[in-house]
């Protein structure tokens, strides 16, 4: 005849450090699924709800203009960017800043304008407005906005 041993269970029950840390994992999900279903915390992926004017140093650095215009904007492949208030001082965009002496800069930075999409003109700078950039008017106008107050 087999004599069973008796099951030892004195010593299986779930530790309390353990059953501590799971109640604390479903207290800290539930809370971050229950704000987040409720509304409070932005969609992930999409703009925060408040999100004010693009700010032109995250454009400017996002687009890689420094890459060409030096990393204080002051020229390098491309042009000296400081002098954009006073209108362009490439050769090739004076006709674009006296037909457009307000815009010019941000009709050449989209580049999609059929006066600007010339690439013996653009000289290899991409038309932002387009892909893979597609920079918004709004982010080019935030961009050209910081470019007028460089001294
Ligand atoms: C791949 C190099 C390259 C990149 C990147 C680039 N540019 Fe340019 N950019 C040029 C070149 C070259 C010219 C001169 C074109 C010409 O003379 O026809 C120019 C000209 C300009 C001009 C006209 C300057 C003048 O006074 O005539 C502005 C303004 C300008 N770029 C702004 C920008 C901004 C803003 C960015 C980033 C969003 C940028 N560029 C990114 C190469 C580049």
């Given at each position: 005849m087999t004599v069973h041993t008796p099951?030892?269970?004195?010593?299986r029950r779930i530790p309390g450090w353990a059953m501590g840390f799971t109640l604390a994992v479903v207290v800290a999900g539930g809370a971050y699924f229950g704000t987040n279903l409720s509304g409070h915390n932005p969609p992930i992926?999409?703009?925060?709800?408040?999100?004010?004017?693009?700010?032109a140093h995250m454009v400017i650095a996002k687009a890689g203009c420094?890459?060409?215009?030096g990393p204080d904007l002051t020229?390098?492949?491309?042009?000296?960017?400081?002098h954009v208030k006073d209108g362009p001082t490439s050769a090739n965009l004076k006709q674009l800043g006296t037909d457009h002496p307000d815009d010019w800069a941000n009709i050449w930075i989209a580049g999609t304008d059929p006066a600007v999409s010339d690439p013996a003109m653009r000289?290899?700078?991409?038309?932002?407005?387009?892909?893979?950039?597609?920079?918004t008017p709004e982010e080019i106008a935030s961009v050209v906005a910081y470019l007028k107050t460089l001294p």
């Open positions: 099951i030892q269970s004195a010593n992926g999409g703009p925060p709800p408040s999100a004010g004017p693009p700010d420094m890459a060409c215009h020229g390098q492949v491309g042009p000296n960017l400081h000289m290899g700078m991409p038309a932002f407005a387009a892909p893979p950039y597609k920079l």
